[in-house]
């Protein structure tokens, strides 16, 4: 067995180079800007063996949780640029945070893409007893006369979640009150609860659960195409007004954009290698999420520009400032 071990790393070393001169036998660092049991660590802890089997190097899983995910970004961003260190990234941290919180000292264009793992559709929640039952009834009751502020809850503002919100009433002239939470659980529970109307959400963790026992509504989707799953959600791009509403919530691994490109080409030759493989994939699917498609470094970085492009033009039209 042990023979059959050093054959495996040998092969794993000679199929993938170190990553950079000086670089072999080194940690590899999967750094998570959240506690450990969330998605980010879930994928973290997925990517690890992996990446550790086909680099030939040790890798650990290190959360570094704190101020919406900037602690963990920020020690990612200042870690040595040799190709050592990866953010288990999304553009929640990455793109928006520095939009809204001042101590986040880094930017989107600090880091570079190496693949994303999954992708998560963002659907509109409701309380099950809301009286609308889709996006059109929820925009002609939000605009009747007389009626009640209704409420959305965020996980922070800034979030995907509350720049959603957002977004929605900018396009549909409509009002609603923001409610922030510091997480995503008890936010779930006051909606189950009623104490708040809605939520935009990832369609991901126990939601799709909450809705298949009908305790929580879906009103709309915002894919360009139904889900593969919950087919009878409605388009929200196909209301009036919305149809360039489409997002969704990536979720993948990042380097500093000074690790040089030869370790950046090596890590996402492995990447793709993870990726490929059956066991990663299902396991990522179970989630809820959708397994990203292969792409290159070129493609990624291309699509990397557009959302942060598209995030910090959606701010500024809502006007999101730092705090």
């Known amino acids: 067995m042990r023979r059959r071990s050093l054959m495996a790393a040998g092969l794993a070393a000679f199929a993938l180079p ?19 049991g969330g998605g980010s660590d879930i994928n973290a802890r997925l990517a690890a063996p992996e990446l550790s089997r086909l680099l030939g190097q040790p890798a650990i899983v290190d959360n570094v949780p704190g101020a919406s995910g900037s602690l963990g970004v920020m020690k990612a961003a200042n870690a040595p640029a040799d190709g050592s260190a990866l953010l288990l ?13 001042s101590s986040a000292r880094y930017k989107a264009e600090d880091f570079r893409p190496i693949g994303v793992m999954a992708v998560t559709s963002m659907v509109l929640l409701a309380r099950k007893d809301l009286g609308a039952g889709s996006v059109d009834e929820l925009i002609a009751l939000l605009r009747r006369p007389g009626t ?18 957002e977004r929605f009433m ?15 659980a008890p936010l779930v529970n006051d909606l189950l609860g009623g104490q708040i109307d809605l939520v935009f959400a990832p369609l991901a963790g126990n939601v799709p659960d909450l809705l298949d026992a009908g305790k929580i509504k879906a009103l709309g989707i915002a894919t360009s195409a139904p889900h ?11 209301s009036k007004g919305l149809d360039d509403f489409v997002y969704s919530l990536w979720a993948g691994i990042q380097v500093s954009h000074r690790v040089p490109e030869e370790a950046q080409q090596r890590l996402h030759t492995a990447f793709n290698q993870m990726m ?4 990663l994939r299902r396991a990522l699917e179970l989630g809820g999420a959708k397994v990203a498609p292969e792409q290159s470094l070129a493609e990624l970085r291309r699509d990397y520009q557009a959302d942060m492009e598209r995030y910090r033009a959606i701010a500024k039209s809502v006007q999101l400032r730092p705090e």
């Open 89 to 101: 990234g999304s553009p929640m941290e990455l793109m928006l945070t520095p939009l809204t919180l």
């Open 276 to 279: 490929r493989k059956p066991e």
């Open 170 to 184: 900018q396009q549909t002239g409509t009002k609603m009150l923001h409610v922030p939470y510091k997480g995503f």
């Open 228 to 238: 593969e799953r919950f087919t009878a959600i409605a388009l929200i791009r196909n």
């Open 148 to 165: 009640k502020e209704l409420s959305y809850g965020s996980i922070g503002p800034g979030s995907l979640y509350h720049l959603l919100g």
């Open 18 to 36: 170190a990553l950079a001169q000086g670089l072999a036998g080194k940690t590899l660092n999967l750094i998570v800007p959240y506690p450990a």
